[in-house]
């Protein structure tokens, strides 16, 4: 199976190394002079004590992508739209039909642009818990591999679903598919919220929330608010087994620095207009209060202009 990824950072080489030792054949889009060169060059590798050389098949040019079976969309949310714009235009100038897109990008709707731009059939959105982060471009250093999970679909698009999840399956990749994905992206996103502008802001790692009051404090009010939100949209969700998955999720990543506070230290744009920032805008929609998520997505906002100098 020929699997373009668009969006060659942790996630995208994550999934694209463990796709190749399943026996696919991924194809990583270098999108910039430096991504080109270490592509080329290998990614060193990191992951339980181990190391080891990946060398992704990588092409610059982005049509090449639509060629393949399916896309993997792993860019980060707020560069959803004008990867999308990219993608569709290059599609129509070449006359090219789009393959089926997998969105596995974070927040609520990071996969409009995709949708707006190719429609409704032709894109899907799913989640992944694996984690990863590339301290430097030759070098990815994988912190977990929690569970993928995919849509359940009919036709040729269940059957590449079904085609990709035995794919990951057999890379090392947990991965699943469900039937109400909507459930299982809104579980993501709170959890998401709850720890992410939290521990970022804060700057320490995931876990050291658990041990200060003042900040599971703020975990806590944002888990309620979204929990009332997501009610509002149709999607039940207990406050009690969220708050439950949100500890467990710290325990379990409790060393990791969040990819929010790596972002934040670097100057880059943050996806927090898609994690509390789409929580508040869809509680205004519902009469809904949403104070602890509105003060953490506008402090969140507010760092990264002070860091990069530039709007968000």
Known sequence: MNIGILGSGSLGLLFASHLQTAGARPLCLAHSPASAIAL???ISIRHNGRETLY???STKIPA?????DLILVC???WQAEAAAAELAAVAGLGGLQAPLLVSLMNGLHAELPFRQSFGQQLVVAGLSYAAANRPSPETLIIAGLGPTLLPLAAGRTGE???RLTQLFEAGGLPCSQVQDIDRAIWTKAIINSAINPVAGLAAIPNGELLAKPDLLKLSTAVIKEAAAVAAAEGIVLPTDQLYQQFLQTCQATAANRCSMLADLQAGRPTEVNWLNGSIVQLAE???LAADTNRELWQTVL???REKSGQPE
């Open 55 to 57: 060398r992704p098949d």
């Open 40 to 42: 080329q060059k290998g």
């Open 160 to 162: 590449k679903l079904q």
């Open 302 to 304: 507010a760092r990264s």
């Open 75 to 77: 860019v980060k949310a």
């Open 64 to 68: 090449d992508l639509l060629n393949c």
């Open 285 to 287: 929609r519902h009469r």
